[in-house]
């Protein structure tokens, strides 16, 4: 059960942050991180003093000045401390009201306080027995307190998952524009805009949102992906629809129709084209590996180099994995989800596949997966999310990836970047 | 039969767990087969000839759009309707309309088309279209009026000759055979994006039973679950999905109380009613036993009001009433467990020396009756509540709790309704349906909803 008390957060400092990215030095032990993690929703407090001093009142107004005997029952999601803090405040509020708390035997009015709650607030119910069959029920709401906007991080193993971005809206993908010890710019793409924020005096602003326009209706399970440009900031590519960035402050977007492809790594050049209206690549590769121009519909794809030649993986519709290599074209069933993507980095061979598990959407798992030939072999533990993943791509560095879920808890969609670690 | 059935869902679903390939990402394709018992002769939204219960709005809800819908937390979303402002008074009311929507037929959502619809599903408003936008006006203040646009009986169709009905929403009809069969096909140009599926097929007017043979044989990928089936043993391995408490089932007097005895003998009845037995004997532990008319997940105080059994007061009270009249409780024949219910409640009521007899007959005293919830906004569900059962509409000039509470409790002291529970709806899945969700009020999102092994 979620303890109201615990996660309440009235006044976020930061709406949208999850967490104030400062945490997350590259430096930072594990140790560090995960306090960061697990002491910033501990340091918000509830503040319930308006409806204690409220529903006191219109106890008050009802019984008048005396005794009453006052208890408390959790009738919706708060823990017993929280309880006993209400009850504790209520009596206060009582007393201040001119009214003293005693056994019921001593009572002249027996008051139960049911803590309610209802779709959209708490309730508050004040049951009120006075002499013989005479019965009041007063009541007041509270606004619910926001869920958690982040829970509790297991330390990292060999995946760091870095929270990046939370919002509300749908998030296609996320860009790391600048960044010292941690991110200070970031794009982040939704099926609206491209949002561009700055860490600044100690919190994310945002600084600009660009549309982007399109014609005909998105698809769902919507897809997207922003690529890092150096003559100008970014393209981003939409089922359908391509938008460019200007060069210059203050940016532009400017979107058009389009089934160019869209690029499939940084590093390799090959692209994919998708289909518009579905959430899909529909298997044409260009200008192709080598000879192979086509593979199955897929979701998404990863490359490793080879010595003489890169080995693409294709996670297609039907659930299996294709390998390309230029000559042929395998499939393998892993047990795979449908996002994967590689990453290069200092451990290992220094090639990794990220890959989500195949299975029920409600909650999700990254593992990391090396193929020393045409077998994969898991080479991390899996580090878990609160809803599907939505989006896995390669950052542009190549080194780290970008995963987006939702969270089921909270309904908002959650960026993280995923980070191999050595050696943990 | 019940277990043995089941044992075999179990069965095949696992069978079915294991052939099921896993990836998370939604497929495109297939057809989604649904069985149900309701078995309406029109499609029409606002056909309030047609029953009203939570598996008929699941349906209109594939073909149709509101201008407004709510989320699970009873927040307004904008759907037709961008946007929407109430001038000082909250009698007039603007709604912007998004554009670009067209009506299956190709046509496009004109301000006109929804004004009409607005007027022939509500005759007493005055709806007229205006430049991208549509405006409301009431009669007195009307607070919850985009609340009110979120029920389905408020959707917006286009009626044509012949008693066609065509929406704007994420499937079309395909096939439509009143009362038997309903085919529909995804709307490719859906504004908010094409369903997953390529068809639903629904089969209509089925029992309980009919529809658990079907879902064990394949014939069906989703069926409802009768009420007292849906907390089966955990081993089973089937799923079973439960809304939260979306239907009343009350007692309702047929005509007003006629005098001060009378108002005794209806304390009398409710007093004796042993709600936690039937919970527990009748409905398999299934559902809350209620006096209150709202769930207590859209209020926050139904617990007020009292359920406990109280034969002691049921018979002084009783004994007070010099002549006491026989009354007769109709229930519904198709409703397999109300039969067994208006049976428990007649036994209690002997008890209380109120004579009580179960029947079929619609000219009948009291009715054992279903009351499916209207909205998740607590003001716009009590309305209606009160307009079904002929009482005065409650006059709630706020979104105070306390006034809702305050209103709620004056219906009941008209002694019209007796609640007795607050029931949930329940679906069997198979094993091949994925992403399915369902409102705390019951409602589908098929649009989500995708096959793997799909045919």
Redesign the interface.
């Known amino acids: 059960m979620i303890s109201p008390r615990q996660h309440a957060v009235y006044n976020s400092p930061i709406a949208e942050m999850l967490i104030p990215l400062p945490c997350f030095s590259s430096r930072a032990s594990s140790l560090l991180l995960a306090l960061c993690f697990w002491l910033t929703p501990l340091t918000y407090g509830a503040d319930w003093s308006t409806p204690e001093q409220e529903l006191a009142r219109k106890i008050a107004a009802v019984t008048g000045p005396g005794t009453v005997a006052l208890e408390v029952v959790d009738?919706a999601s708060f823990n017993k401390k929280d309880v006993d803090d209400i009850s504790r405040g209520l009596r206060v509020q009582l007393e201040t009201l001119g009214l003293r708390t005693a056994k019921p035997e001593q009572a002249a009015a027996t008051v139960q306080v049911?803590l309610?709650?209802?779709?959209?607030?708490?309730?508050w119910?004040a049951?009120i027995h006075q002499g013989a069959g005479e019965f009041s029920?007063?009541?007041?709401?509270a606004p619910r307190l926001d869920e958690a906007t982040f829970a509790g991080e297991t330390a990292p193993l060999n995946i760091r998952k870095i929270p990046l971005w939370s919002q509300e809206e749908r998030i296609l993908d996320v860009a790391v524009l600048e960044e010292g010890s941690s991110p200070s710019h970031l794009a982040v793409l939704d099926p609206d805009k491209v949002a561009l924020y700055r860490f600044t005096d100690g919190r994310w602003q945002k600084e600009q949102a660009m549309e982007v326009t399109h014609s005909?209706?998105?698809?769902?399970?919507?897809r997207g992906r922003l690529v890092m440009r150096q003559d100008h900031l970014l393209d981003a590519y939409l089922p359908g629809v391509f938008c460019q960035s200007s060069n210059r402050a203050p940016l532009t977007l400017t979107c058009r129709a389009s089934d160019d492809p869209w690029p499939l790594s940084n590093q390799f050049t090959l692209g994919g084209f998708f289909a518009a209206?579905?959430?899909?690549f529909t298997g044409v590769l260009s200008p192709g590996i080598s000879k192979q121009t086509s593979t199955g519909k897929y979701?998404s794809a990863a490359p490793i180099p080879r010595q003489k030649y890169t080995l693409w993986m294709f996670?297609t519709?039907?659930?299996?994995v294709h390998l390309l290599d230029g000559i042929t074209d395998q499939t393998a069933?892993w047990?795979?989800?449908?996002?994967i993507a590689s990453v290069k980095t200092s451990c290992g061979s220094g090639w990794q596949v990220l890959a989500?598990?195949?299975?029920?959407?409600s909650t999700?798992s990254v593992k990391a997966y090396e193929l020393p030939d045409r077998e994969p072999i898991p080479v991390s533990q899996a580090v878990d999310f609160a809803g599907?993943?939505m989006a896995l791509w390669t950052e542009a560095k190549g080194s780290t990836a970008v995963a987006v879920s939702r969270n089921g808890e909270t309904g908002n969609y959650e960026a993280f970047r995923l980070a191999i670690t050595c050696g943990q | 039969m019940k277990h043995s059935g089941w044992q075999l869902l179990a069965v095949s679903s696992l069978l079915l767990g294991m052939l099921a390939t896993a990836e998370t990402r939604p497929q495109y394709g297939g057809t989604l087969h649904v069985s149900t018992r309701i078995a309406p002769a029109s499609l029409d939204p606002s056909d309030n000839s047609q029953p009203d219960s939570v598996a008929r709005r699941n349906l209109d809800r594939l073909m149709f759009d509101t201008l407004v819908t709510m989320d699970n937390r009873g927040r307004l979303q904008s759907s037709l309707a961008t946007a929407w402002q109430a001038e000082p008074g909250n009698q007039r009311w603007q709604f912007s309309l998004r554009r670009g929507v067209k009506f299956h037929d190709g046509s496009p959502l004109t301000p006109e088309a929804v004004a009409a619809s607005i007027r022939a599903a509500n005759p007493g408003w005055n709806a007229s279209a205006a430049v991208d936008s549509v405006i409301i006006e009431r009669e007195a203040a009307a607070p919850d009026l985009p609340a009110e646009l979120t029920r389905t009986r408020n959707a917006i169709a286009k009626r044509g000759p012949g008693g066609t009905v065509l929406g704007t929403g994420p499937f079309q009809v395909a096939e439509w055979q009143p009362g038997k069969k309903l085919r529909l096909s995804a709307e490719e140009g859906y504004w908010g994006g094409r369903a997953f599926l390529d068809a639903i097929e629904i089969e209509m007017g089925k029992s309980a039973r009919d529809q658990l043979i079907a879902l064990e044989l394949r014939k069906t990928d989703i069926a409802e679950v009768a009420t007292e089936q849906a907390q089966p043993a955990p081993t089973d391995g089937k799923r079973v999905r439960t809304s939260a408490p979306v239907e009343l089932m009350a007692l309702v007097f047929t005509r007003d109380k006629q005098s001060p005895e009378e108002s005794k003998l209806r304390d009398a009845l409710a007093l004796s009613i042993d709600r936690a037995s039937i919970r527990s004997v009748v409905l398999q532990g299934v559902g809350d036993p209620s006096g209150a008319i709202l769930p207590n997940w859209v209020t926050g105080y139904a617990f007020v009001f009292p359920t406990d059994q109280n034969v002691g007061r049921a018979r002084q009270e009783r004994s007070e009433v010099h002549r006491v009249p026989g009354w007769s409780l109709r229930y519904d024949a198709g409703d397999p467990i109300a039969r067994v219910i208006a049976e428990r409640i007649a036994l209690n009521a002997r008890d209380a020396g109120i004579t009580l007899q179960a029947t079929t007959a619609t000219d009948a005293d009291l009715h054992l009756e279903r009351l499916a919830l209207a909205s998740a906004n607590p003001r716009v569900a009590l309305r209606t509540v009160a307009r079904e059962l002929g009482l005065p509409e409650p006059k709630l000039s706020s979104d105070s709790v306390e006034e809702l509470y305050q209103a709620e409790a004056a219906m009941l002291q008209t002694q019209q309704v007796v609640p007795l529970f607050q029931l949930p709806t329940s679906y069997a899945l198979n094993a091949n349906v994925q992403d399915w969700n369902q409102d705390r009020d019951g409602a589908w999102h098929l649009e989500y909803v995708w096959l793997v092994n799909k045919p």
Do not use: H, I, K
């Not at chain 1, 005909?216 to 919507?222: E, F, I, K, V």
């Not at chain 1, 209206?277 to 899909?280: D, L, P």
């Not at chain 1, 519709?317 to 299996?320: A, C, F, H």
């Open positions: 009738r049911s309610s709650e209802n779709l959209q607030s708490y309730v119910v049951e029920v007063v009541m007041v709401t005909r209706p998105w698809p769902r399970d919507m209206n579905r959430n899909f979701y996670a519709v039907d659930g299996q069933r047990n795979w989800g449908s996002d989500t598990r195949a299975g029920d959407s999700d599907g993943v």
